[in-house]
């Protein structure tokens, strides 16, 4: 059964950071695309960023562009979602997704796999 699990969420303050991560077990990272989404309470679930494995191609929402990174380690098969200058309306659950092909979206609806979440709370 393929696994998406995140971590790194947590409670910080405003311009703080935070790195989250995504694994994956018996999914190979290097076949898919990977995104990370979120979700604040009320509000639809919307895009933050995504890698396509092969070239390495990244993809940034505009309100986290030059604040967020996305990354990947391949031995480790785990993709990283590091966050700087966070700011309080950066709070939501953070999921990480994968799609097959290498490929990415903006759509949710077009990823087949999610992970369960991880909360990031920013105060200010």
């Known amino acids: 059964q393929v696994q998406l699990v995140e971590s790194g969420g947590g409670l910080v303050q405003a311009g703080g950071s935070l790195r989250l991560s995504c694994a994956a077990s018996?999914?190979?990272?290097?076949?898919?695309?990977v995104a990370w989404f979120r979700q604040a309470p009320g509000k639809e679930r919307e895009f933050v960023a995504a890698?396509?494995?092969?070239?390495?191609?990244?993809y940034y929402a505009d309100s986290v562009r030059d604040r967020f990174t996305i990354s990947r380690d391949n031995a480790k098969n785990t993709v990283y979602l590091q966050m700087n200058s966070l700011k309080p309306e950066d709070t939501a659950v953070y999921y990480c997704a994968a799609v097959r092909g290498s490929s990415w979206s903006l759509k949710p609806y077009d990823y087949n796999y999610w992970g369960q979440g991880t909360q990031v709370t920013v105060s200010s």
């Open positions: 018996r999914l190979t990272f290097s076949n898919y695309g």
């Open positions: 890698t396509r494995w092969i070239a390495g191609n990244t």
